[in-house]
């Protein structure tokens, strides 16, 4: 039985892999100048206008999995600077 349920697991892990990768394209949420922000301290963020559906990750947050491909997560790294932008 752990063998089944282990064999219906590997696809959906895969899938989730491919939706990562995907995610990384910027332009599916309108947000490819944003880009240049990478690296920069989470504060910056106040001072650009931002998608509407934006959502912003700080360390040790809980997120929902959904991909929403017209929205723009941000992920702000331990020490408070910008660490990843993606739409998904």
């Known amino acids: 039985m752990p063998r089944i349920l282990a064999a219906l697991a590997l ?5 989730c892999a491919v939706v990562q990768a995907e995610g990384g394209d910027l ?4 947000a490819q ?3 240049v922000l990478i ?3 989470a504060e910056k963020l106040e001072e650009v206008p931002l998608p509407e559906s934006t ?3 700080r360390p040790g947050e ?5 991909h929403l491909p017209g929205r723009l997560t941000v992920r702000i790294g331990p020490r408070g600077l ?3 932008m ?3």
Do not use: K, N
Request: hydrophobic fraction near 45%; aromatic fraction near 0%; include cysteine.
């Open 11 to 15: 696809p959906a892990l895969a899938a």
């Open 27 to 30: 332009a599916s949420c309108d």
């Open 33 to 35: 100048h944003l880009a």
């Open 39 to 41: 690296g920069e301290p």
């Open 55 to 57: 959502r912003i990750v």
């Open 62 to 66: 809980a997120v929902t999995m959904e």
């Open 82 to 84: 910008i660490q990843e």
């Open 86 to 88: 993606r739409c998904g």
